[in-house]
């Protein structure tokens, strides 16, 4: 793979798919970085050779490597990317989510696929500090600066894009074409991958069918998410570290 500068867009080089302008498609920016026994140079050739994602610099990277997909749905990243297939040669050589504090992983949802109502209950869930906890729990580290959970008011929820005057490093992030969110670490288990793209999704899910009054009570969310049979590896990891609706 070649290593491309930070401010290149995955068009520029990647068989950039067309969609709907209201899909829900997801793009992701996965940060890994070498061993001390490893290089970059050595990640960037493990990784295999595709046209649906390509790897970029980044300066908050000690020598790391930025992971960029194109836009996919969450069906495409579970069957057609193949996450196993692009992450399992470097397990020897990188480290991401363990043995680092710089690397993260930032989901990107097609702005077009959210109703300003949508994205206003998903600012209040995120934000909502009754709701950190879990939300530390499944972005598997703390609330930091450089993706800041704050309480937002939902008077001003209403007009999401004031919310791109209070920065990038914020959990929910707008820019004019994406939602990001930045709050997740870093990890190169394909089941962690899935598992965060798991939790967005659902979080656009929940946000569009909970009323205003309930989107921001965990509790009702995790039922959801337990409940049914879309989310399996984010209802398993739920499981896992004890949490229940």
């Not at 994602?53 to 749905?73: H, Q, R, W």
């Not at 990317?81 to 692009?86: E, H, L, T």
């Amino acid at each position: 793979m070649t290593l491309h500068r930070y401010s290149l867009r995955a068009e520029a080089v990647c068989a950039f798919p067309s969609f709907r302008p209201d899909a829900l498609v997801f793009g992701v920016e996965l940060e890994v970085e070498p061993r001390s026994h490893s290089s970059q140079s050595e990640i960037l050739r493990a990784l295999p050779s595709r046209n649906d994602y390509f790897c970029k610099e980044d300066g908050s990277l000690n020598a790391g490597v930025e992971i960029v997909t194109v836009p996919m749905t969450i069906e495409q990243h579970k069957e057609a990317f193949d996450w196993r297939a692009v992450l399992a040669p470097l397990a020897p050589l990188a480290m991401s989510g363990s043995r680092t504090q710089r690397c993260g992983m930032h989901i990107h949802i097609n702005r077009g696929a959210l109703s300003n109502l949508t994205l206003a209950k998903l600012y209040l869930f995120i934000n909502e500090p009754a709701n950190l906890r879990l939300m530390e729990l499944l972005a598997q580290r703390s609330n930091n600066r450089w993706a800041a959970m704050q309480k937002k008011q939902w008077r001003n929820c209403k007009v999401p894009e004031s919310y791109r005057e209070a920065g990038r490093y914020q959990a929910l992030n707008l820019t004019p074409n994406t939602a990001e969110l930045r709050l997740f670490r870093g990890t190169i288990r394909p089941d962690r991958v899935m598992k965060n793209l798991e939790v967005v999704h659902s979080l656009v899910m929940w946000a569009r069918v909970s009323s205003a009054a309930k989107v921001a009570d965990w509790k009702s969310y995790v039922q959801y998410v337990t409940m049914r049979s879309e989310w399996p590896t984010l209802a398993a990891f739920i499981q896992e570290i004890g949490v229940s609706g």
